[in-house]
């Protein structure tokens, strides 16, 4: 059994580590209330835009000037990585990087793919076996619809400049703090959606298609990277808050056998100086 000294060391240190932890926990759940807000308000919007796009989309044509549906022959790939410049959030950003690997390795076997992190966590995993073609951290300390319209207006040109014939997008998906769902979607180009539905639909474009196109596309294709990372942002709070609040309960828990195991490591000793005490006084008296 460990000794006195040890065993308090021990506690402290832990005790210690669950403090941090459970400031921690505090500080992600401040920052996903907003974060939270923040995705949720924009999502009905974000909805509405892409459903308007899947309808519109039915009937693009070659006259539409639309280059952003353009499908070529696969032969080179880019595939954007969201994840977290901070760590201390569970499997969040090993989910991102699995699926990376996964999608290089069997869905683009063969073909040349290069990778768009944005996060630090991800680059730093992935730039030691794949090509990246960019890394921004900074995207996250200031998240506005402006900043990343600049990154999607970037990955835009590179599709119409002929450098990737498909971009991808891969996050996590933000349901509740406790669950994230890691989402795989295709950017560029823009899939053509055609059911009964809006096989039905007479739209009356004004002032005309080819201005409604060369308009609504562009800024659904902001819409949905903004969206996803608005919906990382708060998976990541999320999923740090639950990974501090089970570290902050399995530190309570080490703490408790800790402290039972000192407890009964200095009634032991008291005992044992008792039995001492009584053995040499019963040596003296003989």
Known sequence: M???????????????????TSAMKMVSAAKLSKAQDAITSMRPYAEKLTQLLQDLSATLDDDSGSKFAEEREVKKVLIVAISSNKGLAGAFNTNIIKKVKNKIQ??????????????KKGNDILKKTFEIHKNNNGIFDELTFENVSDIAEELMQLFLDGKYDKIDIVYNQFK??????????????IQKFESEDNKQLDYIFEPSKLEIVKDLIPKSLKMQLFKGLR??????????????????DNAKELRDDLKLSYNKARQASITNEILEIVGGAEALNG
């Open 106 to 119: 069997n869905e683009y076997q063969g073909k040349d793919v290069e990778v768009y992190t944005l996060g």
């Open 176 to 189: 509740n703090a406790a669950t994230q769902y890691v989402m795989d979607e295709q950017f560029l180009p």
């Open 231 to 248: 919906d990382s942002f708060a998976a990541e709070h999320g999923a740090r808050m639950t990974a501090m609040h089970k570290a902050t």
């Open 2 to 20: 460990a000794n006195l000294k040890e065993l308090r060391s021990r506690i402290t240190s832990v005790s210690s580590t669950m403090q941090i």
